[in-house]
C-alpha cells in the first residue's frame, strides 16, 4: 500500500473503534446544528417577540460557549464514562422542558431567558471529546491530519444540514418539536459515544502513560503547574488565531447582508452563505489530503492571511455572484485554518487536558464570531462597504501577524519541559 493510500480517509475510517467512534459523535453533534433554529423559532412563537427570543438564544449561546472550557475540565479530570452521560442527560432534559414551554404560546420572557441560560451551562463538549480520541485512536502524521480535516468537514456540513431538517420539522409540526428532536440525538449520540469500546482503550492509555507514578503532594503540585504554564504556551497561537479568524467570519455575515441590501437582493444571501459553506468543505478534504514540509505552526498564520486576503478583496466587488465566489475563496482556508488549530493544541496539551485544549479553541472561535457581529453592527454605516471588509478581516491578519511571531518558536520546544515533566496524577493514586 502507498502511503497516500493508507493516508486516505477511508483508511481513516477503517481503523479499528474509528468508524463507530465518529458516527456516536456525529449523531450528538448533529443536535447542535438543529438546536439553533429551532430554539429560535420556538422562543419567538412561545414569547411572540424577537427582542426576547433573541435575547434567550444569546443567553444560551454565550453560556454554552464561556463555560466549555469547565465541562471540558470535568471530562478531562473524571473521564468520559463518568462525566459525559449525567452531562448530556442533563442537558437533554433540560432542552425537552424547555420544548414543553414553548409549545404553547404565552411563555414568559424572563423564565426563557433563565431556562435558555441553564440548558446552555450543560452542553456537551462532544466535539473536544471526538477530536481528543482522534489522537488516541491514530498515530501522529498525515492519517491524524486527515481525520482532523474529516472532522472538521463534517461538523461545517453539520451546521448546513442541521438547520434545513429544524426548518422541515417546523413545517411538518411546530418548532418545539425540533427542540425535542435535538434533546433525542444529544442523548442518543453522547451516549453511544460515552460507552463505545474507543472511549475505554483512551482511558486505559491514560491511567498507564499518566498514572504510572505517585510523588508526594508538593512536588505533583509543582510538577503538575509546570506542565499547566508549558502547555498554555503553546496554545496561545492557536487559540488567538481561531479567535481572529471567528472575529472576520462574524462580522462577515453582517457584511453580506448589508452587500445584498444595498444591491437589492437580499435572497442571495443564502447563496453567499452556501458558497462559504461548499468552499469551507472542499477546502478541509484537499487540506488533509496534501502533506506540506511546512510545520503547522508556520502553515496556521498563513491560512489565516490568506483567509483575511480574501474577505478583504470581497469589498470591491460589484455584484452577488462576484462576491459568492470571493466568499467561496475565503470559505476555502476555514477548514484548514480550524483543523490546524484543533491539530495545534492537541499537540500543546499537557497530559490529561486534551478536552480542554480543543475547548479553548472552540470558545475563543465563538466567542470571537459574537464580537465581530456586534463590533461590526456599529461599524456599518459610518463607513463604506469597502472599508467596512478590510476592518472586518482585519482581525484575521492582526491573529496571523501575532501567530507568525510565535510560530518561530515551534511548540515542541516549549513544551520540552511538560513532556519531560512528572504529571500530576493526584486523582489516579
Avoid at 418548532?175 to 482503550?201: D, W, Y
Avoid at 503538575?224 to 462574524?250: K, M
Avoid at 484575521?396 to 515533566?421: C, D, E, H
Wanted: hydrophobic share 55%; aromatic share 6%.
Amino acid at each position: 500500500m502507498s502511503s497516500r493510500s493508507a493516508a486516505s480517509y477511508y483508511a481513516v475510517l477503517r481503523t479499528p473503534l474509528a468508524g463507530r467512534t465518529f458516527t456516536a459523535a456525529l449523531v450528538g453533534r448533529l443536535s447542535y446544528g438543529t438546536v439553533f433554529l429551532s430554539l429560535v423559532l420556538a422562543f419567538t412563537r412561545a414569547t411572540g417577540s424577537y427582542t426576547m427570543a433573541g435575547g434567550a438564544i444569546a443567553v444560551f449561546g454565550l453560556v454554552s460557549s464561556l463555560l466549555s472550557p469547565i465541562r471540558a475540565h470535568l471530562i478531562d479530570r473524571h473521564g468520559i464514562r463518568r462525566a459525559l452521560p449525567p452531562m448530556a442527560v442533563a442537558y437533554a432534559l433540560l432542552l425537552c422542558l424547555v420544548a414543553a414551554l414553548t409549545w404553547r404560546p404565552g411563555a414568559s420572557g424572563a423564565l426563557s431567558w433563565l431556562l435558555a441560560g441553564i440548558t446552555g451551562a450543560f452542553t456537551p463538549p462532544l466535539g473536544p471529546i471526538m477530536r481528543s480520541l482522534w489522537s488516541d485512536l491514530l498515530p501522529d502524521g498525515p492519517l491524524l491530519q486527515r481525520a482532523y480535516s474529516l472532522d472538521t468537514v463534517a461538523e461545517e456540513l453539520l451546521y448546513v444540514t442541521g438547520p434545513l431538517i429544524a426548518g422541515l420539522l417546523t413545517g411538518l409540526a411546530h418548532p418545539s418539536l425540533g427542540v425535542a428532536v435535538s434533546a433525542g440525538l444529544v442523548a442518543v449520540g453522547s451516549l453511544a459515544l460515552a460507552f463505545s469500546p474507543a472511549v475505554r482503550s483512551a482511558a486505559r492509555e491514560t491511567a498507564r502513560t499518566t498514572g504510572a507514578v505517585c510523588r508526594p503532594s508538593s512536588e505533583k503540585r509543582t510538577n503538575g503547574w509546570r506542565s499547566l504554564l508549558a502547555a498554555n504556551a503553546g496554545l496561545r497561537q492557536p487559540i488567538l488565531v481561531a479567535g481572529g479568524v471567528g472575529t472576520a467570519l462574524g462580522a462577515l455575515n453582517l457584511l453580506v447582508v448589508a452587500f445584498a441590501a444595498q444591491h437589492a437582493q437580499l435572497a442571495a444571501v443564502a447563496w453567499v452563505e452556501a458558497a462559504l459553506a461548499a468552499g469551507s468543505a472542499a477546502g478541509g478534504l484537499a487540506y488533509g489530503a496534501v502533506s506540506s514540509r511546512l510545520s503547522p505552526e508556520r502553515r496556521l498564520p498563513l491560512l489565516a492571511t490568506a483567509l483575511a486576503v480574501s474577505l478583504a478583496a470581497a469589498g470591491f466587488v460589484s455584484n452577488m455572484v462576484a462576491l459568492s465566489l470571493l466568499v467561496g475563496v475565503a470559505g476555502l482556508f476555514v477548514a484548514p485554518v480550524l483543523t490546524t488549530a484543533y491539530m495545534l493544541a492537541d499537540k500543546a496539551a499537557a497530559p490529561g487536558s486534551k478536552t480542554q485544549a480543543g475547548a479553548w479553541v472552540n470558545t475563543a472561535f465563538n466567542t470571537g464570531n459574537a464580537v465581530g457581529s456586534a463590533s461590526m453592527g456599529l461599524l456599518l454605516g459610518r463607513f463604506t462597504l469597502a472599508a467596512a471588509f478590510a476592518a472586518g478581516a482585519l482581525p484575521s491578519l492582526l491573529a496571523a501577524l501575532v501567530g507568525m511571531r510565535k510560530a518561530r518558536r515551534p511548540i515542541g520546544s516549549t513544551l520540552a519541559g511538560a513532556v519531560g515533566a512528572e504529571p500530576d496524577t493526584r486523582r489516579r493514586c
